[in-house]
């Protein structure tokens, strides 16, 4: 008997790789396509006085951008992590330039709190943002420029930090958007200067210890609103009018379906055996 060639084996594979993706995808459905979004990093936060356990030695960043036909240049630098506390973009154009200017300097470095602030606590380095011309006076940049700040706060579980800037000696919030990734914030600014994460009250510290414990079933007070929430609230038992998933339905059918592709793949199988014997027997001829 011919054995099959390498053609019609690998017809066979991917329609039987095909069949079972079908069955599966009758098996446990999804929603949706998946989505890979890599490993998520959780790198220790790296402080500039660091409390016990945790990391010292932050750094900055630092830059010196030429201009662009007489405009502000892409300016975009970071700190230097895997991902960095502190960071700047500018998009070429957005800036306003102070008359006479050349080029321009962009520096982030971490600074020692100039104050607490009111409500919260600092989560993290305040870090000093400055872009200056090379005479050091400050450049600004109008809101509809769009010119954004990132911050990381030491917390990585933070999800309501507010990115706060301190001005006229205190701290000033922001209005303030999730980045993508945990504890990760940003702002839109229209100036530069001393940049920190705000976190509430009775989250992470900045020393990087935690708030008070609080016992399971305790009145605590929800982020924001100061209203008492009790504690874990457990799941809701299924309702009893609640259908069960028609199982056996879901079987059978991943079963026709792998019987269905089974049998197309021994035809198509069938049906390339045929047409290479043909092809064989026409060279004989010849």
Partial sequence: MRRPSRRLIAIACLVLGLGVGAAAQVVAPLPGPPLYDGVPLDEPYVYLAPPPGASGGAQGASATLALENGTSPL????????V????????PGSLTL????TSLSAS???????????????????YRLSVTNQAGVAVTAPAAAQVSVVMRAADSQLINGVVARFANGSWQPLETAPAGLGGTFLT???EFGDFAVLAPSGGTGESGSP???TEPGAPTESAGTGAPTTGPTP????????????????????????????????????RASRREAQADARRRRR
């Fill in 188 to 190: 839109v600014v229209t």
């Fill in 211 to 213: 708030g008070a414990p």
């Fill in 98 to 101: 102070p008359p006479g200017t």
């Fill in 108 to 126: 982030i470095t971490p600074v020692p709190p100039p104050g607490e602030p009111a409500e919260g606590h600092i989560s993290g380095n305040v």
């Fill in 75 to 82: 300016v975009a630098i970071a700190t230097p992590e895997t």
């Fill in 84 to 91: 960095p506390q502190a960071q700047i973009f500018a998009a």
């Fill in 235 to 270: 799941a809701p038992s299924p309702s009893p009018t609640s259908e069960a998933p028609p199982t056996i339905d879901i079987v059978a059918a991943a079963g026709l379906a792998i019987i269905v592709v089974l049998a197309i793949a021994a035809y198509a199988v069938r």
